[in-house]
Each structure stands twice: as structure tokens, then as C-alpha cells.
Nanobody, 121 residues
Framework: QLQASGGGLVQAGGSLSLSCAAS????????MGWFRQAPGKEREFVGG????????YYADSVKGRFTISRDNAKNAVYLQMNSLKPEDTAVYYC????????????????WGQGTQVTVFS
């Protein structure tokens, strides 16, 4: 239902752009979120975007470096990551918000396969 792509290996300070492809039925009228999970750590919120794209939400750790956007005509959500740091290394996931606070993984459904992002110094 959701497929994240675009991950890879990048040097610190570099950039990557992730994409999330979904079916229209899955994302229709929903906030979409990006999360990440590093080895041995819990899944954490990265950012979210409203259905119309006029509201975005970011974790403090990525604010000013990451940008979320969406193209509803393509049923796609994007995560532009700049000034990457080694601590950004994780598997990145996209998901559909269904209820509850935007920052909590349990508020989301339809998790797809993630994409690995590795930042080396």
C-alpha cells in the first residue's frame, strides 16, 4: 500500500530525496507522516504534512534541514533531506495518519516497506 524509496549512502552534509508512493484510497484526505527507525531504537516521528500541504510538522532534530511535500495528483509524498548527519542513519518509513497525535507511531496505519538511509562522516 505504501512504498518508500530513494534511500542510499551519502556523506555527512549531503542530501537525499525520498519518495512515498501510495494508492489514492490509502492517502485520500489524510495527513501523511514520515518516521525513521535506527538499529536498537524505537521508531520516531520525522515529519508530517496535511492533505492540502498547507501544514507541515517536523521533529526538532530535523527542523530546518528536512522538507516534506506531497503531490496528491500522483498520490505521492516526498521528504527532501539536506545537511544530513550520521545520526540521521535509519530506515525511513511513510505512513497514513488515522487518529491521535501526529507525533506518535500508533496514530498511523498502512506502513509500507521502508528505505535505508546511511550517512557516513
Amino acid at each position: 500500500q505504501l512504498q518508500a524509496s530513494g534511500g542510499g549512502l551519502v556523506q555527512a552534509g549531503g542530501s537525499l530525496s525520498l519518495s512515498c508512493a501510495a494508492s489514492r484510497r490509502t492517502v485520500s484526505n489524510n495527513v501523511m507522516g514520515w518516521f525513521r527507525q535506527a538499529p536498537g531504537k524505537e521508531r520516531e516521528f520525522v515529519g508530517g504534512i496535511s492533505w492540502r500541504g498547507d501544514n507541515t510538522y517536523y521533529a526538532d532534530s530535523v527542523k530546518g534541514r528536512f522538507t516534506i511535500s506531497r503531490d496528491n495528483a500522483k498520490n505521492a509524498v516526498y521528504l527532501q533531506m539536506n545537511s544530513l548527519k550520521p545520526e540521521d542513519t535509519a530506515v525511513y518509513y511513510c505512513a497514513v495518519h488515522v487518529s491521535g497525535g501526529y507525533y506518535y507511531p500508533n496514530s498511523y496505519r498502512y506502513w509500507g516497506q521502508g528505505t535505508q538511509v546511511t550517512v557516513f562522516s
